[in-house]
């Protein structure tokens, strides 16, 4: 049951469509939900630990070695296949939101954009804008609708670009 300061915020479909998501989606490059729990004005997720801390934090201080954005970016596109084989469009992929666990290696986190493919219009395509505005391929910017699978991708590549070369594209100077 969720609590009624979550049903006043108007963010009860919000919160079970993450929660529906992050149990659709258990993959050993995301960040696994354990367990749900609820008190009268308060939701609690009980996940995963990353003693690594997020990926932006590495990527703060500078450009990665290849060899270890090659690791990352083989375990990024694993996952972020893994989900939209489960219908899950991640919307918000950045740094901030891969984290590391204790042994390096990569997990994606924060679903709270997500969509699944019900969520698509009849045309096929997504129509809520959602995202970090560097990482967002630019259809996602228009009202035209894009595919949101897609635009993972293009969130992803924008990720590779800023693991090797340390920091964000098309940012004016």
């Known amino acids: 049951m969720l609590g009624p300061h979550v049903i006043k915020a108007g963010q009860v479909d919000h919160v079970k469509r993450e929660i529906s998501i992050m149990r659709l989606v258990k993959h050993p490059n995301v960040i696994e939900l354990f367990e749900v729990m609820a008190t009268k004005s308060k939701i609690y997720f009980v996940m995963e ?4 801390g997020e990926l932006f934090k590495k990527v703060a201080k500078g450009k990665l070695k290849e060899d270890v954005v090659h690791k990352y970016f083989r375990q990024l596109v694993n996952a972020v296949d893994f989900c939209h084989s489960r219908g899950v469009c991640q919307r918000d992929i950045k740094p901030e939101n891969i984290l590391l666990d204790e042994n390096d290696n990569l997990k994606i986190s924060d679903f709270g954009l997500s969509a699944l493919a019900e969520s698509k219009h009849r045309d096929g395509l997504l129509h809520t804008a959602s995202g970090t505005l560097a ?10 609708g894009y595919d949101g699978a897609k635009a993972d991708i293009w969130s992803c590549g924008v990720v590779l670009f800023v693991l090797l070369v340390g920091y964000i594209p098309f940012a004016r100077s």
């Open 135 to 144: 990482y967002v391929a630019p259809e996602v910017i228009k009202t035209k």
């Open 49 to 52: 630990y990353a003693k690594g």
